[in-house]
């Protein structure tokens, strides 16, 4: 069974930057599309970024791009996310997640496998 473990979050002021790392562990991690989501209280579950497993295209909503950048090191077997410029808006769960097929990379429900969540808190 795949296992996806999240770290990297907590708080940090508006115009801060954090980088989450996901490990992934239980599977070839070099065949997963990977992704990050997050979810606000109150909110629907929000894609965030996508890394396709052969071609390390990288995919974002406009509400992070330029902002979050996306990287993968297959050797490790960890997925990262960059987030820079950070805004209050950007608080939320963040959510790690593994795609098995090249499905559309982002709907959540396409997702096979997820992490438990790393908080991160914007303060304005």
């Known amino acids: 069974q795949v296992q996806l473990v999240e770290s990297g979050g907590g708080s940090v002021q508006a115009g801060g930057s954090l980088r989450l790392s996901c490990a992934a562990s239980g599977g070839t991690f070099s065949g997963f599309n990977m992704g990050w989501f997050r979810q606000a209280p109150g909110k629907e579950r929000e894609f965030v970024a996508s890394?396709?497993?052969?071609?390390?295209?990288?995919y974002y909503p406009d509400s992070v791009k330029g902002r979050f950048t996306i990287s993968r090191d297959n050797a490790k077997n960890t997925v990262y996310l960059q987030m820079n410029s950070l805004k209050p808006e950007d608080t939320a769960v963040y959510y790690c997640?593994?795609?098995?097929?090249?499905?559309?990379?982002?709907?959540?429900?396409?997702?096979?496998?997820w992490g438990q969540g790393t908080q991160v808190t914007v303060s304005s």
């Open positions: 997640a593994a795609m098995v097929y090249s499905r559309s990379y982002d709907r959540s429900e396409n997702y096979d496998f």
């Open positions: 890394i396709r497993r052969i071609t390390g295209n990288t």
